[in-house]
């Protein structure tokens, strides 16, 4: 994640506690911060398993694509749901539920097809809550081993629905939609080891979720070609998770990799002043912006060696605070609303993609290669992650999220086209933001928790989409109708924009990341 630690030509990091209250910077421009009882610096107390070198050795880097791979081909399967819910269809799945003589696929059909994709895009977000709180208290580790056999669990039951009783799809796609995101979840920490663009990698993963919804297409595709049914497919993928998670469990340990500033705190190893060759651009920087009446008030105070780090809040007023002060903050509350509804639409579209095209599957064929191919979108979506604040972050995801909505809402096949960009780019670029976000606002002690809570919230409103699907089945509501009311609830989404920028406006001008 973006790390706001320079202030002005000083580092907060390099100043120690004299006892008084107050820091002293340190001669040989290094320190060693020591945490006393009554400080509010919480980090956390657990020591990992590791040594400063995970920051610096290449074995980093096999654990990273490992990872980027194992994402890529479990996270967020159950969103490649179009391909799969065609093949059900042809395989006359729930046909059962059609009248005599009705055309299939009918609209009970449809609906019972829609639920299953409606849990499983349920569990993908609301099982963030267990899987989180078992990631904090037992690690990733074993995190990403229950991810394993919760996908198994999950093929093996889809040959099962296939076999005996249908209505098992549903419980089936529920275990995927488990433990394809507990995969992520036990993952996402391993982006901290590359300090320097921790940003980036966290959207490269994010990038690899959003790739995983091509595995149906692929499915689809194997099933088409050699005349296989889908369900044996499955139980194929099922083995090939096993040589895909065994060098994962090697690499990972048993705690999660942390920031590299924070295991130094934790570890007591000296954080050296890298910056003193930049003092003189700095020092110019600093005269510039003297011009600001808080600013002047607040470079000065630093310039005389009085920072206070308690005082000072750095970037976030609720970072590494308890978790019932940051779940009652107007920061997670804007998150909520924010992710809840911006995903709600993405999910939504998603689930009517494929009555929207009924006769014309070439579109639905364009709209899950254009979906699966916002991998293609990681270096943009990294590069603006790493080199924008992240109030513009916020700007930007919100802003081409309006953009998707006004597509989508314009009933010409032409302009689909170019829902189907914004839609895939959106969806890259809003987790992208989400996990940067929980990251730098609030910090790391809760954040498996704090994911998981958000991501109910997402998960319990994204159900919502059940309801627009029945709606537009039997009712006069159309799909326009439903995606004109979320491009509207979209705008106020800004707020998120707002509250971030207002409470950072000053800090901004005096913290610089560092890239």
């Excluded at 569990?123 to 690690?139: E, K, M, N, Q, V």
């Excluded at 005082?311 to 903050?329: C, G, K």
């Excluded at 109030?391 to 802003?399: E, G, P, Q, R, T």
Aim: with cysteine; glycine share 6%.
């Amino acid at each position: 994640m973006k790390d706001y630690t320079q202030v002005s030509n000083y580092d907060i990091d390099d100043y120690n506690e004299n006892g008084s209250g107050s820091y002293q910077k340190n001669k040989n421009g290094a320190s060693t911060l020591t945490a006393p009882s009554n400080q509010r610096v919480i980090i956390e107390k657990e020591a990992n398993d590791a040594s400063l070198s995970i920051y610096t050795n290449k074995s980093r880097y096999i654990t990273m694509v490992l990872a980027s791979f194992q994402m890529l081909l479990v996270s967020g399967m159950v969103f490649g749901w179009p391909a799969l819910e065609y093949e059900l269809e042809k395989q006359n799945v729930f046909e059962y539920l059609c009248k005599d003589g009705e055309q299939l696929p009918c609209p009970s059909q449809g609906s019972r097809l829609n639920l299953v994709y409606t849990i499983g895009a349920f569990t993908s977000t609301g099982s963030a809550f267990l899987t989180g709180a078992i990631y904090d208290r037992y690690g990733p580790r074993k995190t990403n081993f229950l991810s394993f056999l919760l996908l198994v669990l999950g093929c093996i039951l889809w040959y099962c629905s296939y076999l005996y009783e249908p209505n098992l799809y549903i419980l089936s796609f529920a275990l995927i939609g488990t433990g394809g995101p507990a995969c992520q979840v036990s993952l996402l920490h391993i982006s901290n080891l590359f300090p320097s663009t921790s940003s980036g990698i966290t959207s490269l993963f994010s990038g690899m979720f959003v790739g995983s919804s091509i595995i149906f297409k692929v499915f689809s595709v194997i099933a088409n070609k050699y005349s296989i049914e889908v369900s044996y497919i499955f139980l194929g993928y099922m083995v090939l998770l096993v040589p895909l998670f065994i060098p994962t469990w090697i690499l990972l340990r048993n705690k999660p990799f942390i920031p590299i500033n924070d295991f130094k705190i934790l570890n007591n190893i000296p954080i050296s002043d890298n910056k003193n060759n930049n003092n003189n651009s700095n020092n110019n920087n600093n005269n510039n912006n003297n011009n600001n009446g808080n600013n002047t008030e607040i470079t000065s105070t630093i310039q005389n060696n009085q920072i206070n780090p308690e005082t000072l809040n750095l970037f976030s007023n609720v970072r590494e605070q308890p978790i019932f002060t940051q779940i009652f903050s107007k920061e997670f509350f804007l998150l909520c609303f924010y992710m809840s509804f911006n995903s709600l639409h993405l999910v939504y579209y998603m689930g009517v993609v494929n009555d929207m095209f009924e006769d014309k599957q070439i579109y639905v064929d364009i709209f899950n290669y254009m979906w699966s191919g916002g991998v293609f979108f990681i270096p943009l979506v990294g590069w603006m992650m790493v080199k924008t604040s992240l109030h513009m972050n916020c700007f930007l995801v919100n802003l081409f999220a309006l953009v998707f909505g006004v597509l989508s809402s314009i009933n010409i096949n032409q302009v689909q086209l170019g829902t189907f960009v914004f839609a895939s780019f959106t969806n890259v670029s809003l987790w992208s933001f989400y996990f940067i976000y929980l990251s730098d606002v609030f910090g790391n002690n809760n954040y498996g928790k704090l994911l998981g809570l958000s991501s109910v919230v997402v998960a319990v409103v994204g159900l919502l989409e059940y309801l627009f699907v029945y709606l537009n089945n039997f009712t006069f509501v159309t799909y326009s109708d439903i995606n004109i009311g979320l491009t509207i609830v979209k705008v106020f989404c800004f707020a998120l924009v707002y509250i971030i920028w207002k409470e950072n406006k000053n800090k901004y001008k005096l913290y610089s990341p560092i890239l």
